[in-house]
């Protein structure tokens, strides 16, 4: 695997970085701790501008390369999680209930260590952005950036991402042309009917009935309404209702999640969501409403920046370990907002055997850093190489 001899040689320096980012977790927008580390590294490196304070916290750092040319954009997200660790790491988070549980740790040391190596070579025209966000989970800190203006503002022309996945390959490259990841939605339903006394339910309407027959209706929603061939899932996660054993409740509550690669299925489903919810509770005496949360977009990957990235990636992974048939899944990005407003890739970079992402347990591969690194640093010089 010909990881740049040059990033093989400051790998233990990675380590360190990511490991200290690990045991100083920040969540959401909140990442001034992780943000300072970044720029003092920056700094360190000799990196030309760096813009801080974007979306709150986060960095957008410019790399002069020879010559004219375009601006290409490398993206890392540097938020944590609201999980409880459960490793004995000597570098395990040092706040409870925040945790590098996602790999962000990661995924900002393999952007630092491209961006070393990119100012020591300069073997690029044009200029690199490299971008450094936060609140990534949940918060849409991608689109923050972009509505505040980053891609206009620093002239980025393309834009790319990658993001470890425990359980692949170690060191595969991968990605699929098209939909990668879904639109992540949620959905709230209130329920209103009229309580009364349990043995007198023949005087009440009942909330609890109301629901269980939307959540049983809302079921065929994906069995009969998406084509089998498209990928859509509908998630009832929370049914709330009731106080006690002899009290017919006058109102329940429930919620759930809808992932759709598509706009059109995602618009069908919000459409059938809502006639259930409105006839099912009015057909059984009572009434309900829906409020509808649009969360990420799906994450469609261009097709000639994407078929590009895998080329650049057979020459850092090997031809056996670049792959652009990477299944699609139902997770979510806010990468999805940049490559709305940019042509560019979002990739996966296996990491071998661990617990899952989002799992207490969870650590990101150090040795997975290099070949990270690497890859950013290759995409660089294909795309804008020196004459």
């Known amino acids: 695997m010909p990881v740049i001899n040059r990033i093989a040689e400051f790998h233990n320096d990675m380590k360190e970085w990511r490991q200290h980012l690990h045991a100083h977790p920040e969540l959401g927008f909140e990442c001034h701790e992780t943000a300072a580390f970044v720029v003092e590294r920056l700094r360190e490196f000799g990196v030309d501008d760096i813009h801080e304070g974007i979306a709150t916290t986060g960095i957008v750092a410019i790399i002069n390369g020879q010559g004219e040319g375009p601006t290409i954009g490398l993206r890392a997200d540097m938020d ?3 999980i409880l660790e459960a490793t004995d790491h000597p570098y395990k988070s040092k706040i409870d209930g925040k945790m590098h549980a996602c790999g962000h740790d990661g995924h900002t040391t393999m952007l630092l260590g491209a961006a070393r190596y990119l100012v020591e070579t300069r073997n690029f025209t044009g200029r690199v952005a490299l971008i ?13 950036m972009c509505d505040e ?5 620093f002239d980025i022309s393309q834009v790319y991402g990658i993001h470890n996945i425990p359980g692949m390959p170690f060191g595969l490259i991968g990605t699929r042309v098209g939909p990668l990841l879904a639109a992540a939605d949620s959905f709230d339903i209130h329920i209103t009917g009229v309580g009364g006394h349990a043995a007198m339910a023949n005087e009440t309407v ?16 994906v069995s009969r309404n ?13 049914i709330k209702t009731g106080t006690s054993h002899n009290i017919v409740p006058a109102e329940a509550y429930i919620q759930g999640t809808v992932r759709t690669m598509k706009k059109d299925v995602r618009d069908m489903m919000v459409m059938r969501i809502e006639k259930i919810v409105t006839q099912v509770a009015e057909a059984m005496g009572g009434s309900a409403t829906m409020e509808y949360d649009y969360g990420y977009p799906a994450t469609v990957n261009h097709a000639a920046e994407t078929e590009f990235a895998v080329e650049v990636a057979k020459g850092v992974a ?9 299944p699609m899944t139902m997770g979510s990005e806010d990468f999805a907002y940049m490559l709305e407003e940019r042509p560019g890739s979002y990739l996966c970079l296996g990491t071998g055997e661990g617990a899952t992402l989002h799992h207490p347990e969870f650590d990101f591969n150090d040795e997975a850093s290099p070949i990270g690194a690497s890859f950013f640093v290759k995409l660089v010089e294909t795309a804008q190489p020196v004459s």
């Open 226 to 238: 998406v084509d089998p061939i498209e990928a859509a899932v509908l998630s009832v996660t929370q």
């Open 318 to 326: 090997g031809e056996d370990l670049a792959s652009i048939n990477v």
């Open 80 to 82: 944590a999680l609201p």
């Open 206 to 221: 009942d909330p609890v009935m109301i629901a269980v027959q939307i959540v049983q209706a809302l079921q065929t929603v």
């Open 149 to 153: 203006g980053m891609m206009d503002n």
């Open 132 to 144: 450094f966000q936060p609140a990534e989970e949940g918060g849409a800190g991608g689109k923050v």
